[in-house]
């Protein structure tokens, strides 16, 4: 019994770790970049076992060219932990040298996709947005379709684009779409945990469910938007046990008030 009890210590002790590593390899600094006023970001992550599949990131590509992501690995634990940080690193890597996120997004999944014995994948939903005009051009593997909150109007889909999950097939290639937003528009990016949370009585919290929550949020910032999401959650689920990782994102878009 105390070597059992040694044994259970010590791997808890280790899935600590790996979880402050993981999550250590997350932007988690907010307000994430106070001196640029062009936009608003923020972010959010709850594991549901002490490591999770789940990643978000987002950084300059460029001084007027700003990337941000969300992606869900397949799986749980420790081996999706480990495909999490790959992907992570491999997607910031290509998208520091391309502006397409299609690009990106089929050059990710053929360095995923080469040597996967274990056929795990990924969901994405990568995007980037010129600061200074608010054009987005994103690209999606398989991944959510995220809500639009345009200023003044109710929350909308942005139409899925229905293509391939990253991970599982060399040579996919990914569209890439093109939007432009206006000051007070935000992109809400997050992974189906959310939509799928389950209360006691294994009902979801679907995607109505989040669509109203978001049409209450006019007016409020990234955070207070997240803030809102999280706690219709907590209310929703009541204390039942989290099943999935629970990501999300919003992302603000300001405007260019630096012109001269």
């Known amino acids: 019994l105390t070597e059992t009890t040694a044994a259970k210590e010590r791997i808890e002790s280790e899935l600590r770790i790996a979880h402050d590593i993981q999550m250590g390899i997350l932007p988690k600094l907010f307000p994430a970049f106070p001196e640029r006023k062009e936009f608003d970001i923020h972010a959010s992550i709850e594991p549901a076992k002490e490591v999770g599949g789940d990643l978000y990131d987002f950084f300059f590509v460029d001084e007027k060219n700003f990337c941000f992501l969300v992606g869900d690995v397949s799986g749980k634990g420790v081996p999706a932990a480990f495909f999490m940080a790959v992907t992570k690193t491999l997607l ?3 998208a520091e ?14 360095d995923l996709a080469e040597d996967n014995e274990s056929c795990m994948f990924v969901t994405l939903f990568l ?4 600061i200074t005009t608010g054009e987005v051009r994103y690209a999606s593997a398989g991944h959510n379709p995220p809500l639009l909150m345009t200023k003044g109007k109710d929350a909308e889909w942005i139409p899925p684009l229905n293509e391939l999950v990253a991970g599982i097939m060399e040579d996919t290639n990914y569209t890439t779409k093109s939007m432009t937003i206006s000051p007070g528009d935000t992109l809400f990016i997050y992974t189906d945990g959310v939509t799928e949370a389950m209360d006691n009585k294994q009902e979801l919290y679907s995607e109505q ?7 209450g949020c006019k007016g409020k ?3 207070q938007i997240i803030g809102a999401v999280e706690d219709s ?3 929703f689920t009541g204390g ?3 099943s ?8 603000q878009y300001l405007g260019n008030n630096n012109k001269s």
């Not at 999935?244 to 992302?251: H, R």
């Open 92 to 94: 910031k890597v290509v």
């Open 97 to 110: 040298r391309t502006l397409d996120p299609g690009e990106v997004l089929s050059k990710v999944n053929n």
């Open 127 to 130: 995007a980037v947005m010129d």
């Open 209 to 215: 469910r989040l669509v109203e929550v978001m049409n």
């Open 221 to 223: 910032s990234a955070k």
């Open 233 to 235: 959650l907590k209310d």
């Open 240 to 242: 039942a046990e989290q």
């Open 244 to 251: 999935d990782d629970i990501t999300m994102l919003a992302m």
